[in-house]
């Protein structure tokens, strides 16, 4: 038992971020590459869709470069829902001066899944783009989220997301190369057929599939993804529509993050679960399994380097350091989470931190699913406002 403990995060990390990977990519070398249908002569009328709360100090930069956008004027309009919103979020979008600007405010705190409920009915157009309040849309990125989706076999199209930020004061650097992993596996599974979960930032939907009500507790990026494949569609990444994301500003606004996104993750997987059966959906449950189920089972495997030695003490008390390992980087978490907010975080622990910090987040999440825990209200990541000059 002690061995088998042991190897389970061997066997599991070294599969997720490994073997699947070097799977897919292998598989991805027997099939074409997904190539974006040619420009249309009438480009189809979109609902770019936001849910907002208490976003007044940043919604204003994201509407000026999503109304920047190189698209035709008269075919893109803009729905703000506000989530009750108490900061003069509201005033920014009744008073923003651009008739294609409209608000729906939401009678009570719901959460972001009940704001995109709500929002099905106001949409207009063929294709919604989801974007969140606190990234750009650089000025070419638009036309080809939209021009995937003038593909009849797409139903989805998800950005790719680019971290943005000041590393010399952030402690979580770390974020930018796993977001780049993250975005090349994206695209290597879209070759192969489709994507298991979209970019949360910048995603399009074909309408109909976007006003398909789910759970509020749910992740709707995550689950739109299966929502596409049980109607028949592709899910793909658009490498060219790229999303500007400002990192989150220190680990501990890192951990909340990942905590409430994998425990909404998690939600989604298990309400998701019929997707995973190889027989009716073939290559999306193996590659559902493979890159949500096995890295997300990680996390509490990771706890046999904690009671693996124990176990072992007798037999192999080398096995001790890999606890003492684990300890200390579980004290350098600590560590990291009382370090001031105006204080530059060595590099020396910086990258590590993000390590452990990710392992709590990933173990705060599995106990919320455990404990069948009703997912708190929402708090939209607290982003930092970036000073990049508006698209003209």
Known sequence: MGWMLMAAPLVLGGYAFVLYPAIVWTWSRWRPPFTLPPEPADWPEISILIVAYNEAGRLRRTLEHALAADYPADKLHVLVVSDASSDGTDALVLTYGDPR?????????????AGENAAGQMLRGDIVVSIDASIL????????LIRALLDPAVGLASGRDISIGDESREGNKAESSYVGLEMTLRALETRVHSIVGASGCFYANRRPLQQVQLPTGLARDFAAASVARAHGYRAVSVDAA??????TPTLKAELRRKSRTMGRGLDTLVYLRGMMNPLRYGSYAFMMISHKLVRWL??????G???????LLRTAPWTLLVAVGMVVGLVVARLVLTWPDDRRLPRVVALPGYVFISIVAGWMAWLHLLRQE???????TQRPVVDIATPT
């Open 101 to 113: 600007v409209r608000l729906l405010r939401m009678p009570e705190r719901s959460g972001k899944p």
């Open 137 to 144: 849309i650089p000025r070419d990125s638009l036309k080809p």
């Open 242 to 247: 790229t999303c500007l994301v400002p990192r």
């Open 298 to 303: 990680l996390f509490p495997s990771l706890l």
């Open 305 to 311: 380097w904690l009671i693996g030695p124990l176990l």
């Open 374 to 380: 009703k997912s708190a209200v929402w708090e939209p």
